[in-house]
């Protein structure tokens, strides 16, 4: 029997040809759930931004939500790289964040810096996810000798850095420090939760909004 160490030479040799296939098919599965998370990310960020409170938040969503856009059409290339159709997998991780984001917005008060921070708090969340996977993807791709694959993922890497690195300077800058100076009653455990499904304001393309349903104000909550 091969040790470890030969087994490692003779898969960058190209003739450990069962690793190299088990490796091919865990880089498609991976493949296959971002892009099921990244769709399922596009709308959590439309609505998160509809959510949210002030402008500087609800564009900040708004503007990844495209860039996501962009980024799910550039997964839609590294398929088309490999040889492989393009299909949706499934992530319970990015279904358990869009959750958690919809308990902040039922826990807070519409209006407030608060609800602003909570949102900031579930969209790292989601971004240290897409990190996680994006930097597996991007080294099995390497392993593999996808370089065009890499290339593409290693760029929505750095995009995925870059949104966190912003999201972070937002909540630095100036909602975390004038949340705190709110009353505790702008966030209620879940037992104080009410259904929020019943108002909805809506965010349109150019960033202006409307409601829908009963009257509403900016950062109302959101329905996923």
């Known amino acids: 029997m091969a040790t470890f160490g030969e087994r490692i030479a003779n898969f960058f040799g190209g003739i450990d040809t069962e690793t190299q296939e088990g490796l091919q098919s865990l880089f498609v599965n991976e493949l296959k759930?971002?892009?099921?998370?990244?769709?399922?990310?596009?709308?959590?960020?439309?609505?998160?931004?509809?959510?949210?409170?002030?402008?500087?938040?609800r564009n900040a969503f708004l503007l990844h939500q495209n860039e996501t856009r962009n980024q799910v059409s550039r997964l839609e290339q590294v398929f088309n790289s490999i040889g492989i159709d393009v299909e949706e997998g499934s992530c319970d991780a990015i279904d358990g964040l869009v959750d958690d984001a919809q308990r902040i917005v039922s826990n807070t008060d519409s209006g407030s810096l608060t609800r602003d921070a909570g949102l900031i708090i579930a969209g790292q969340k989601i971004e240290h996810h897409e990190i996680a996977a994006y930097g597996s993807v991007v080294t099995l791709a390497q392993v593999l000798g996808y370089q065009e694959a890499a290339r593409l993922l290693q760029q929505t890497?750095?995009?995925?850095?870059?949104?966190?690195?912003?999201l972070t300077i937002l909540a630095e800058s100036f909602i975390n420090n004038r949340a705190a100076s709110e009353s505790d009653d702008t966030y209620r455990n879940d037992r104080d939760r009410t259904d929020y499904t019943e108002q909805r304001s809506i965010v349109n393309p150019d960033g202006t909004r409307y409601d829908t349903g009963s009257s509403t104000t900016r950062g109302d909550s959101f329905t996923i």
Do not use: F, H, M, R
């Open 33 to 57: 759930d971002i892009y099921y998370a990244e769709k399922q990310a596009i709308d959590a960020l439309g609505e998160q931004a509809d959510a949210s409170t002030t402008d500087e938040v």
């Open 157 to 166: 890497l750095d995009e995925e850095k870059n949104a966190d690195k912003k």
